[in-house]
């Protein structure tokens, strides 16, 4: 008997090891060019990866799962960043840029460990889908003009050193081989499709042949490195603020209700779709709680916020993953990998996750609703607009023009104004339509799965 226990308790452990070992190739690569897209640097990134799926897996109340450096967290990152080293000298100049960013972010660890204390869980189910679908857009939005940025120097951005022509060519290159990798590998290699990553291989042929090619475009360049135990102390005593001030937490206090904000929503929602696939029930006050650790981990140690991820927690579940081991093996593999490949690290293109975040934008999307509209203005465009209110309830799937304009409208507010704004003000507007301003022509809400992707991810 205690034979089969043991041989039943090391299937799982290697079953976990293995899913591990998998998605970690696809943390590692994104942490990096999310580090990248924050402004805090690859090694900074890759970093985070790796520490946030440990303590996340370790604590959270989703059992199989994969958190992280996610687009919508890293994007909301980047922009405190970019104030933090532009807009921060004029209130408080003597104050560190970097340390500041490190306090945005403890300040959100406390703020989500707040909200799993007062067991604010529950109330994601208030936030309308054309609400979350809306924001999600606008995130994807602000992805893709970063790189543009990024690219061609508009928007106050430093443009990639070396020839436009090569690096926009590398970046293309980069997105095209991301998007085809996968299509590719469940055509003629389906049984390994799940295992292959499109981004960690995509990294790998861009800078292969960026090396052979000795292409004068500008590469990676790793602010820090750590080759021991000493070096890693260093590098975290170098990220504690050497002062706190109330005036600084105010500064930073707006700041960190929107990462909280976002982390809550990102979170909770993968939540609710790894659910689905497990048949099990997320602890969703303990999950939060699981994510303020390791936010509160990322501010230590100079990192990025992340939440729980959509892709990479299905991926880690596909994998048959069995228990949370399975989410602390992708932090542990993960941090031995960016161990191993520092040196290497240096010879990747920027512009390669330039292309890669175009993909990242792309999965953020929510395109199903807007597929669905188009679909319905080709097909009976006379009906769309002969009656503008109707809510259409003959039909199974319908995306009504109402629904449209608040997605339409969140997503211009997410990224012209303020994404804790366009959640408050279209999540208000909404129950003020159905529930005062127009109650015989009541708003729809998309229905999850059919008419909405949800929180979107990237892989």
Not at 177 to 183: E, N
Not at 231 to 259: E, G, R
Not at 302 to 324: F, M, N, W
Request: charged share 10%.
């Amino acid at each position: 008997m205690k034979k089969n226990v043991m041989s039943f308790t090391l299937k799982h452990f290697l079953q976990d090891a293995l899913a591990g070992l998998t998605v970690s190739f696809v943390a590692l690569s994104l942490g990096a060019a999310f580090g990248l897209l924050s402004g805090r640097g690859a090694f900074a990134g890759m970093l985070s990866s790796a520490l946030f799926a440990s303590i996340t897996s370790l604590f959270g109340g989703t059992r199989r799962q994969c958190s992280g450096p996610t687009g919508p967290m890293t994007t909301v990152t980047a922009m405190v960043v970019a104030f933090a080293h532009d807009g921060l000298a004029s209130q408080m100049p003597s104050m560190n840029a970097d340390h500041f960013v490190n306090v945005v972010i403890g300040l959100t660890a406390i703020l989500l460990c707040i909200a799993a204390l007062l067991r604010l869980g529950k109330f994601i189910r208030f936030v309308p889908n054309v609400v979350i679908s809306g924001f999600m857009n606008g995130i994807a939005v602000i992805i893709w003009l970063d790189q543009l940025k990024r690219l061609f120097g508009f928007g106050g951005k430093v443009a990639l050193n070396g020839p436009l022509m090569t690096n926009l060519i590398v970046m293309a290159l980069s997105a095209l081989l991301v998007f085809s990798l996968p299509v590719l590998f469940r055509r003629f290699l389906p049984k390994f499709a799940s295992i292959l990553s499109a981004t960690f291989l995509t990294i790998v042929i861009m800078t292969l042949l960026s090396v052979l090619l000795q292409l004068p475009i500008e590469t990676v360049a790793l602010s820090s490195s750590i080759h021991s135990f000493q070096d890693f102390f260093v590098y975290v005593s170098s990220q504690v603020p050497t002062s706190l001030s109330w005036p600084m937490v105010w500064i930073a206090l707006p700041f960190a209700l929107q990462l909280t904000l976002l982390a809550y929503l990102d979170t909770l929602m993968t939540s609710l779709v790894v659910d689905r696939m497990t048949k099990e029930s997320t602890k969703q006050n303990q999950e939060l709680f699981s994510q303020g650790i390791g936010t509160l981990v990322m501010a230590c140690i100079g990192g990025i916020p992340g939440a729980q991820a959509t892709i990479r927690s299905v991926l880690i579940v596909k994998e048959h993953a069995v228990t949370r081991l399975a989410g602390v093996f992708v932090g542990m593999f993960a941090l031995i990998e960016m161990l191993m490949l520092q040196q290497y690290i240096n010879l990747i293109p920027q512009a390669v996750f330039a292309g890669i975040l175009i993909k990242v934008g792309y999965d953020v999307f929510d395109w199903t609703p807007v597929r669905l509209y188009c679909k319905e203005l080709v097909q009976n465009s006379r009906t769309v607009f002969h009656k503008f209110f109707s809510r259409h309830d003959d039909e199974k799937i319908y995306v009504t023009n109402i629904e449209m304009l608040m997605i339409v409208g969140t997503m211009l507010l997410t990224v012209f104004v303020d994404l804790n704004a366009a959640v408050f003000l279209f999540t208000l507007l909404f129950y003020l339509w159905n529930k005062v301003l127009a109650k015989n022509h009541t708003m729809r809400d998309l229905l999850p799965e059919l008419e909405t992707e949800g929180m979107g991810d990237e892989l």
